[in-house]
């Protein structure tokens, strides 16, 4: 009996230990380190005007329908864009509704960028992510959408591919993944390229 409250007490002892260290010293610690090593990151890297209103996150996508805007792609978060309902549509390459919504938004690309019937069309345009938050397009995508979005606002085209390649995150580590355009920051550039022509 002796020994089997020596170990009870033992183990109550180390399980407090652990869950001090663990639940409480470890993510503090990882908190702390966070806030001072790189607080915008890990606060989310959110966007903020001048008066200090939160616009977005460089990080998720958000739906942009105007025309003198580039559209991000499709999301199937929630009825969009939702963060708190992050997920794709779960639809598998064999669907009929997956086909069918491919079609429909290959059709309003198009005709939302002026693009000829049979135009190719960027996988990234039609077809949601994963997450539904990404917040990149291809730069194949921004290119095509960069002649309405240069109509629409009256810019001259060079100027609006200029202000793509300015906001295109190459490749991480020159290695992985893909060159991609981040949306919000790209029409964030419009819309103070907007504010400065008004000046």
Not at 35 to 43: I, R, S, W
Not at 54 to 70: E, H, I, M, N, W
Not at 148 to 174: F, N
């Amino acid at each position: 009996m002796k020994t089997f409250l020596s170990e009870l007490k033992t183990s109550v002892l180390l399980t407090f230990v652990f869950a001090v260290l663990l639940c409480g010293a470890y993510p503090l610690a990882v908190w702390a380190g966070g806030q001072a090593l790189f607080a915008d990151k890990a606060n989310g890297s959110l966007l903020t005007d001048a008066d200090g209103t939160v616009r977005g996150s460089r990080l998720l996508a958000q739906s942009f329908t105007a025309d003198k805007y580039f559209q991000p792609r499709p999301s199937a978060a929630g009825t969009g864009y939702d963060a708190s309902a992050s997920s794709g549509t779960n639809l598998g390459p064999t669907s009929q509704k997956l086909a069918d919504t491919i079609k429909a938004n290959v059709a309003a690309y198009r005709a939302t960028n002026g693009l000829t019937p049979d135009a190719p069309v960027p996988a990234d345009a039609v077809a949601s992510s994963g997450s539904g938050l990404d917040p990149h397009i291809s730069p194949a995508n921004a290119r095509l959408q960069a002649s309405r979005v240069a109509r629409v606002r009256g810019l001259p085209l060079d100027r609006v591919t200029a202000l793509i390649a300015t906001h295109t995150d190459g490749r991480d580590l020159h290695v992985f993944g893909e060159a991609g355009v981040n949306v919000l920051m790209l029409n964030r550039a419009l819309d103070a390229e907007a504010g400065r022509a008004a000046h």
